[in-house]
């Protein structure tokens, strides 16, 4: 003995999550651009400004391939890793007339001065990356919590 039921809406429930996926890709980019911006406003602050060349220099790079995709924050400046993570200075003789730090520039005091020595120490890193992508923890979280939300909405709204 068989007996047949319906389930009420199963058809129009298929039909809303394959649209949901139909936009898959789409919806996916806009997070992941999301993501991308958050990184750059709690990170390009944090970054040492001397002639802004470096800030200036990171951008985000988005990859939808994956079932997650990713997003790549970083630079091609190839200074960049010594500054973030520290590096030993090396003794070495510094050709210059002026010099400058913080926006300021000093002007070396003997006019027959060609430049100074460096000497030999460690300069600490500025951790300006980590610290930056700790900030931006919670903001992305958030990010990713309302995107699910706002996509399970979308794709099971028109049915409650």
């Known amino acids: 003995m068989a007996s047949d039921f319906e389930v009420f809406g199963l058809d129009e429930l298929i039909e809303c999550f394959e649209a949901l996926i139909d936009k898959w890709e789409e919806k996916k980019v806009v997070l992941l651009n999301k993501i991308g911006n958050i990184l750059a406003e709690e990170i390009k602050p944090l970054v ?6 470096l800030a200036d220099s990171f951008s985000f790079y988005v990859d939808v391939s994956g079932s997650l995709g990713s997003v790549e924050y970083g630079t091609n400046v190839e200074y960049a890793l010594y500054v973030n993570d520290g590096h030993v200075q090396h003794r070495r003789f510094l050709p210059a007339e002026r010099l400058s ?12 001065q060609k430049g100074i020595m460096l000497s030999e120490r460690y300069i600490q890193g500025k951790f300006f990356l980590e610290k930056g992508a700790q900030s931006a923890k919670p903001r992305i979280e958030r990010a990713c919590d309302s995107w699910l939300r706002d996509t399970l909405r979308e794709a099971i709204g028109t049915l409650l």
């Not at 730090?101 to 027959?112: H, I």
């Open 101 to 112: 730090a913080n926006g300021k520039s000093v002007y070396l005091k003997k006019k027959d």
């Open 48 to 53: 040492p400004v001397d002639t802004s060349r």
